[in-house]
């Protein structure tokens, strides 16, 4: 990624939050890394060194800044939609793919070879992938280290790490010092101690603005009796990671750019992954201003920009979840498609002893516990019925995935094939399960009702015309059209 020094500095000497996440500055006479919104003085511009991501100074062996904190920021859009490939690829890292495997493994997920991989990172993001990995693992242990009071095991794991000794010997390496003693240096005062062995509350930073009200009402309207609950200024629900489960619930923050997740699990080793599904869940890594200086060229459009800054497109806990949810909602009001969906976890969610709260003591049902069960009795036509079995069957069999390890032409054509998925269904999981920035839905009645003039709705063929001159950011669009206060014409 080519970054404009001139530019880069300008931003620097400004501290602009705007640019905070776009950029790093390594400082060549300190050896540093910092935020452009580091406090601290701002060196000489022969000294600067701009990279794209905190894996690309640590590439170039530099360390992060203890004043700044690199790891507390909103996100490194030079990750996103540089390429497809990559972008894939940094999901996957996100979620675990090199803690356990090498990038070999991960390059045959995105069905390519090791070097080729390498050259894409190389070019895009200034780091190999095993260099991001790393990266991603340090920083997030220095946030559990600053931001909880786990015990130092249960950081090393939390973060990623397989062993405590691997753990030490990156922090020293990285920082310059011992885990401990950057606990006991850390400017923080106000940390509590959790309420068992794996809790943990961490800040989930976003760009300004953020537009948690429609957020949180689009997602109560589709709560899951049973696995989530969402109230006024809370969403919680049960979760379940390669085996762990617990309880996570995310807070908005009066005043400040971060929401704040607290996150219970019998197990710390996926504190980490979670962190990231939640991240991926309140559409995080979107930059508000870069979407809504695009979509603004569209008059249509203008009156839900200001009426909502900062709308989020939600993503998923899990991918097939969300495809389950998609299939129930077919032909059915959001409500309708609710209560099938709590009728479902009755009868297939497993409990959740000892740790459920409020109404959210279930999980959702696994791939593998619908695949080949009749439906039916739970009040589904058959045809539906039919049509989440074969999902359930594709996803449990590996034949799908929804993981976002495929491409999304790929991953659109295998839902297509499904029995019962049309095309409504494959874009709208798309959307929210694959996060792709530019899913369409074009045939949704509510989107034909909210553009629809004097001769009323505009066929399906006509909406997805409009929509080509709000790529790549139809996504977006859809949900203003969803939430309203679109000005027809």
């Not at 009868?347 to 695949?371: I, K, Q, T, V």
């Not at 009795?377 to 995935?401: T, Y």
Request: aromatic content about 6%; charged content about 25%; hydrophobic content about 40%.
């Amino acid at each position: 990624m080519d970054l404009d020094p001139d530019s880069c500095y300008r931003a620097l000497r400004a501290r602009d939050a705007r640019f905070d996440g776009r950029f790093f500055t390594a400082v060549r006479t300190t050896g540093v890394y910092c935020r452009p919104v580091c406090p601290a003085r701002t060196p000489r511009r022969e000294n600067c060194l701009f990279l794209p991501c905190a894996a690309a100074a640590q590439e170039a062996g530099f360390r992060p800044c203890l004043r700044c904190r690199p790891e507390a920021s909103p996100g490194t859009p030079a990750w996103l939609g540089s390429s497809t490939t990559v972008s894939r690829a940094l999901r996957l890292i996100g979620e675990g793919a090199l803690d356990e495997a090498g990038v070999d493994h991960l390059a045959a997920r995105l069905g390519m070879g090791e070097r080729q991989l390498r050259r894409l990172f190389l070019q895009h993001l200034g780091a190999a992938p095993v260099t991001v990995a790393q990266t991603r693992r340090v920083l997030f242990a220095k946030r559990l280290i600053d931001e909880t009071a786990l015990p130092m095991a249960q950081v090393a794991f939390g973060s990623g790490f397989a062993s405590v000794r691997r753990f030490n010997a990156a922090i020293r390496d990285t920082y310059g010092r011992p885990p401990r003693e950057l606990r006991r240096v850390r400017t923080r005062r106000d940390r509590k101690p959790g309420h068992g062995p794996a809790d943990a509350t961490l800040r989930l930073p976003f760009r300004p603005p953020f537009a948690w009200n429609p957020l949180r009402d689009f997602l109560a309207l589709r709560a899951t009796p049973g696995v989530e609950i969402v109230g006024r200024n809370f969403y919680r629900r049960t979760v379940r990671l390669d085996g762990v489960v617990g309880i996570v619930e995310v807070r908005p923050v009066p005043g400040e750019n971060h929401l704040q997740a607290r996150i219970r699990l019998e197990n710390p080793a996926g504190l980490i992954q979670v962190v990231e599904r939640l991240r991926g869940l309140f559409d995080l890594t979107a930059d508000p201003v870069e979407i809504a200086s695009s979509l603004r060229r569209d008059p249509r459009l203008r009156r839900a920009l200001r009426t909502r800054p900062g709308l989020r497109v939600p993503g998923a806990w899990d991918g097939f979840e969300l495809a389950v949810r998609a299939v129930l909602g077919q032909q059915v009001t959001v409500k309708g498609a609710t209560t099938l969906a709590g009728r479902l976890v009755e009868a297939y969610g497993e409990p959740l002893p000892g740790m459920g709260e409020d109404g959210s003591d279930r999980l959702f049902p696994s791939a593998e516990a619908l695949a080949g069960t009749d439906l039916a009795h739970i009040g589904l036509p058959g045809a539906r019925a039919a049509a989440i079995r074969g999902l359930a069957e594709a996803v449990a069999s590996d034949s799908l995935r929804l993981d976002g390890s495929t491409g999304p032409d790929e991953t659109l054509e295998k839902l297509r094939s499904l029995p019962g998925l049309g095309e409504w269904t494959a874009q709208y999981i798309a959307m929210r399960a694959l996060r792709e920035p530019d899913a369409f839905p074009a045939s949704d009645l509510g989107l034909r009702r909210a553009l629809a003039g004097r001769s009323g709705p505009p066929t399906a063929s006509r909406v997805a015309a409009i929509a080509e001159a709000w790529r790549p950011w139809r996504a977006y669009a859809a949900m203003h059209l969803w939430m309203g206060g679109v000005t027809h014409g």
